[in-house]
């Protein structure tokens, strides 16, 4: 039987709860669009680890979607 939060899953778990975090985050300041783009590029890295391509690749989306509003935000 197979440990229910093997380390991948809880990579997993950690990045889907950084995006959470940041996303709720995001108006109070412009670290948290950084933030919230890296957990999307963790969340994408574990989609691919854990053998779901589709998730990985639209996790990767987002990250470069939120890294193009950090990049636009003012400062």
């Known amino acids: 039987m197979e440990a229910f939060l093997d380390p991948l899953s809880l990579f997993g778990l950690f990045a889907v709860s950084m ?3 940041c996303y709720a985050l995001e108006e109070r300041s ?30 990767a989306i ?4 939120a890294l193009r509003r950090w990049w636009r935000l003012p400062a």
Request: net charge negative; hydrophobic share 65%; charged share 5%.
């Open 30 to 59: 412009l670290w948290f669009v950084l933030g919230f783009a890296g957990a999307c590029a963790l969340g994408s890295i574990y989609g691919f680890l854990q053998g779901a391509w589709p998730f990985g690749a639209v996790e």
């Open 19 to 21: 995006m959470l975090v």
């Open 62 to 65: 987002w990250s470069v979607v």
